[in-house]
């Protein structure tokens, strides 16, 4: 069966640092692959998806960028935090059969 | 564009009292259509789902219905549990998602 892993689960960083969260999946060959960021009291903003190595789609500009280095792992990434980009970060892939989308546990961000 | 529309919340309940949740969707062709839920501090789960006009939908307790006629796929359960309580999302993925409505169930 297929499984989500993102790592880390927390992350607390101050403001003008780097980010990178990573999501592995497992089970799947090619998934199709999206970041989610959750605010507080929001809903889902869709900020990248891949469809392949190498393939990324950005949703929303902004200072996050995203990487798609091996068929199974997508990183989300920042040169310089800001206070905004505080939220909970969810990994997603999606099964073209199914056309359903299964979620990693995410990761709460916290700049400071 | 296309887009969905539920209900905002919070929506507090009593133990055993009847719930619905509205969303209406907008989309070009008829999308499958989703119900997702994500308990606190935790990813989003499928609730349910459906993938043509009139299926419904059902998981849990809960219900939806697909219907094209109204473009709705309303999330309903008769007798909440305090277990219920989370943040609920009607979506037709990849792409588009409600803002999610957060509902708490009290005993």
């Known amino acids: 069966s297929q499984t989500i892993h993102q790592w880390p689960a927390t992350l607390v960083q101050p403001v003008g640092s780097p980010l990178s969260l990573e999501c592995t999946v497992e089970g799947t060959s090619n998934p199709n692959l999206y970041w989610y960021r959750q605010a507080a009291g929001r809903g889902l903003q869709l900020l990248f998806y891949?469809?392949?190595?190498?393939?990324i789609s950005s949703e929303v500009p902004q200072n996050l960028s995203a990487s798609r280095p091996q068929d199974r792992q997508f990183i989300l990434s920042s040169k310089k935090l800001l206070l905004s980009d505080s939220g909970f970060y969810l990994c997603?892939?999606?099964?073209?059969?199914?056309?359903?989308?299964?979620f990693g546990p995410g990761t709460r961000l916290t700049v400071l | 564009g296309d887009s969905v529309t539920q209900m905002e919340g919070p929506v507090t309940l009593s133990e055993e009292a009847f719930l619905t949740i509205n969303c209406t969707y907008t989309?070009?062709?008829?999308?499958?259509l989703f119900w997702y839920v994500q308990y606190p501090g935790e990813g989003l789960q499928l609730l349910l789902k459906?993938?043509?006009?009139?299926d419904k939908g059902s998981n849990k307790g809960f219900e939806a219905t697909y219907r094209k006629e109204t473009t709705s796929f309303h999330l309903e359960k008769g007798s909440v549990q305090v277990s219920d309580s989370a943040v609920y999302f009607c979506?037709?993925?990849?792409?588009?998602f409600g803002k999610g409505t957060r509902l708490s169930v009290i005993a």
């Open positions: 997603a892939w999606l099964s073209p059969s199914l056309r359903e989308q299964f």
């Open positions: 979506a037709f993925t990849p792409l588009v």
């Open positions: 891949s469809v392949g190595i190498g393939q």
């Open positions: 459906a993938t043509k006009a009139d």
């Open positions: 989309a070009t062709g008829y999308p499958s």
